[in-house]
């Protein structure tokens, strides 16, 4: 049994928390360096573009992995990866192709191993919500985000609906616009792609 904490405990306590500028910022807040991520969203409107922006933000402040269960490595993945211009960051990014969730454990038992891991998609992982559960207790330091399938404008599945309830930031996706929900503050949407974000909401609204 862990030792309960006092208010001494908490008031020390340091967390490590990354510096958002500018429309991070606005959308993100100043976001701790662990727990649980959620995005989600239909095909086709951004959400693998949003996974990469999000990735070399990461990147950006320490070692980020991105898990492509869903895609792997491919013409498509590599053109994805170049146009958000990774190379600005490539020290501190790793793209992990189709890595089974069985060996992304061992990865991240090794010393120096990515603080950062997107998973895309959860739906491709096969976790179960108490698997989930296990994978972030066993590396609480660690921040996870979980790329997910959309039904309508809900995340797909029970395991997604669930772990949408632990996330510390939450990501809905669509139109080339994210809209989060973050317990850091932000909550302005975020334009993932200026021109498609014009057209879509221009024909739909």
């Known amino acids: 049994m862990k030792r309960a904490l006092n208010l001494n405990d908490i008031a020390n306590y340091r967390p490590d928390v990354l510096d958002f500028k500018g429309e991070w910022l606005a959308s993100f807040g100043k976001p701790e360096l662990k727990g649980t991520w959620l995005v989600w969203g239909n095909s086709g409107n951004g959400k693998t573009r949003f996974a990469l922006q999000l990735a070399k933000q990461f990147a950006r402040y320490t070692k980020t992995a991105y898990d492509t269960l869903e895609e792997g490595l491919s013409l498509t993945m590599q053109q994805a990866v170049m146009s958000v211009g990774m190379s600005d960051v490539s020290r501190r990014f790793v793209l992990l192709d189709k890595e089974p969730v069985e060996d992304l454990l061992n990865r991240l038992k090794k010393p120096r191993s990515p603080r950062v891991i997107i998973i895309d998609s959860l739906q491709y992982t096969g976790l179960t919500y108490e698997a989930y559960r296990q994978l972030v207790s066993a590396f609480r330091n660690k921040l996870f985000v979980f790329v997910s ?57």
Do not use: C
């Not at 080339?176 to 792609?193: C, L, N, V």
């Open 149 to 205: 399938h959309a039904e309508g404008k809900e995340p797909k599945g029970n395991t997604a609906q669930s772990i949408r309830y632990d996330a510390s930031v939450k990501v809905r996706i669509e139109g080339y616009r994210a809209f989060p929900m973050s317990r850091y503050g932000g909550g302005e949407p975020y334009t993932i792609w200026k021109k498609g974000a014009e057209d879509y909401w221009l024909e739909n609204n």
